[in-house]
């Protein structure tokens, strides 16, 4: 028998048992064992295993082989290969391989992860101007540097190759997954986006019915497209947004601010001046979309009032969850006005005001992310899942009523509501100040019925049975404040 240099052997591999479809000559040419080194795995390949799995994907595809870059010495022999189906669909892939050779045979090869596509050539693009949009995924593990770079580009974001991400989960979302992706590229990217925060269906499947039944992805996702290019507020800009036709998919791309801003804590609430500067944006979302028409025409609102008497129901049977949830572990009383209110909750569905803007629905602090500058704390708001036409004061409600220290809220409350409601008169003159008080009041019981609901959508958790406190303990010292309860 021949003894093969490692060059002769990587001809007659390629060549021969794949080109060819020899796969017996996998006995002259490969160690029983041959030792397969994959990123992060090692295989034992017997002549048989070999053999076998040469001929399956040879009966099946007909792979054809070429090199790119073909090197050897005495030992070693690497392999720049192209290559392409002969059967059925024509399939493109390249990829790099080592092989290690003893005695003249292969002892070892060492295989990089293969690519869809031929090697690049002189002439040929660094990233194609066609590609196709981003696929619907799952979860993190698909979002692959071709995903980003499709997304960049459907954004109109001209950007190098991707080559590399790294990916981890970050937040406490209840609805939907949230991970930030850190993005590598193979070229200069000095202005390129450098990050990116994809929210992607939740991973708890209660938590997705809820979002599915409220329609909590579609709606986030329509929002960016209804507030423009250029919002009237502080907003990340989205980069991409998709949702499944059943509603429990959602994969939204937005802009990185996290290593500008940090994420409100809602369990230890927001101070005075940061409460001040989240009701500056709430103003500047109601007072530029008062009146306009295209409130009236669109399907994605969430429309609490047509949703009442089941909110109602599911409100009730939030509320026995949350009794016993937390029995023994807070003040009974709070438990009962909570019981109080729900058993109320159609005649505050049916006075609930209806309103005339756009508004956030859920402007929590930790819906909030705080930018520190030069001249104070900037607002920017996320979440967007139950946005609604309604009043004004909802939102500015909605906020004050959850995500300060009650003392605090109990010392701006008043002024706050006083330059929300100038900010509309400016719009609409005949928006009275009394009106703004009555709805103000009359949108607190809807902050706790958000509260009590969400216990439906979350597993006991330290962090987050923390979070249903307190947000219940500050929504019920508001209501009793206004004289709501």
């Known amino acids: 028998m021949a003894h093969h240099s490692p060059r002769e052997l990587i001809e007659l591999y390629w ?46 595809l007909e792979p054809c082989f070429t090199h790119e870059v073909l090197l050897a010495d005495e030992t070693y022999v690497t392999s720049v290969w192209n290559m392409h189906t002969r059967k059925g669909e024509r399939i493109e892939l390249c990829g790099i391989e080592v092989f290690k050779a003893v005695d003249g045979k292969f002892t070892d090869c060492w295989n990089s992860s293969y690519t869809p596509g031929f090697w690049g050539r002189e002439g040929d693009a660094s990233v ?6 981003p696929a619907l995924i799952a979860s993190a593990d698909q979002i692959t540097p071709q995903w980003v770079q499709a997304v960049l580009q459907h954004a109109g974001i001209a950007a190098p190759r991707v080559s590399l991400l ?9 609805l939907s997954a949230t991970v930030r992706a850190e993005i590598t590229y193979n070229a200069n990217a000095a ?7 994809a929210k992607l269906t939740s991973g708890i499947g209660q938590a997705v019915e809820i979002a599915a039944a409220h329609d909590v992805y579609r709606r986030e996702c329509e929002v960016y497209g209804f507030l423009g290019e ?7 800009r989205c980069f991409w947004r998709n949702v499944g036709p059943d509603g429990r998919t959602i ?8 290593e500008r801003t940090r994420a409100g804590d809602q369990i230890s609430g927001c101070s005075v001046a940061e409460a001040e500067a989240v009701a500056k944006e709430l103003a500047g979302l109601h007072a530029a979309f008062w009146d306009d028409p295209r409130l009236a ?21 939030a509320a026995k969850a949350f009794r016993e949830r937390f029995a023994g572990r807070t003040d009974p009383a709070l438990l009962g006005a909570i019981d109080t209110v729900v058993a109320d909750l159609p005649r505050h569905f049916a006075a609930m005001p209806r309103g005339r803007t756009l508004v956030h629905g859920e402007p929590r602090v930790d819906n909030v992310l705080f930018e520190d500058g030069p001249e104070g704390s900037k607002a920017w708001l996320i979440d967007w899942q139950f946005a609604d036409r309604g009043s004004p004061m909802f939102d500015l409600a909605y906020f004050l009523s959850g995500s300060l220290a009650v003392e605090d809220r109990r010392n701006i409350d008043e002024s706050l509501l006083e330059r929300h409601h100038a900010a509309i008169t400016a719009i609409d003159p005949a928006y009275s100040l009394a009106q703004a008080r009555a709805e103000f009041a009359g949108s607190l019981p809807l902050a706790l019925y958000f509260t009590v609901g969400a216990v439906l959508a979350m597993p006991p958790s330290e ?17 009793r404040d206004w004289g709501v309860v």
């Open 463 to 479: 962090h987050g049975d923390r979070l249903l406190l307190t947000l219940a303990e500050r929504n019920v010292a508001a209501l």
């Open 15 to 60: 060549d021969e048992v794949w080109n060819n479809r020899r796969a017996e000559l996998i006995r002259e040419i490969c160690a029983d064992p041959i030792i397969r080194h994959d990123p992060g795995s090692v295989t034992a390949l017997s002549v048989e295993d070999q053999i076998a799995r040469v001929r399956q994907q040879s009966e099946k």
């Open 166 to 174: 790294n990916t981890k989960p970050i937040g406490h979302g209840n």
């Open 297 to 317: 025409t669109v399907d994605w609102l969430y429309n609490r009032a047509a949703g009442a008497e089941t909110a109602a129901a599911t409100n009730t049977l």
């Open 191 to 197: 202005d390129a986006v450098r990050s990116v925060i």
């Open 251 to 258: 994969n939204l791309v937005l802009e990185d601010l996290s």
């Open 128 to 133: 194609p101007e066609d590609l196709a949009p």
């Open 230 to 236: 250029e919002p009237p507020l502080a907003t990340p």
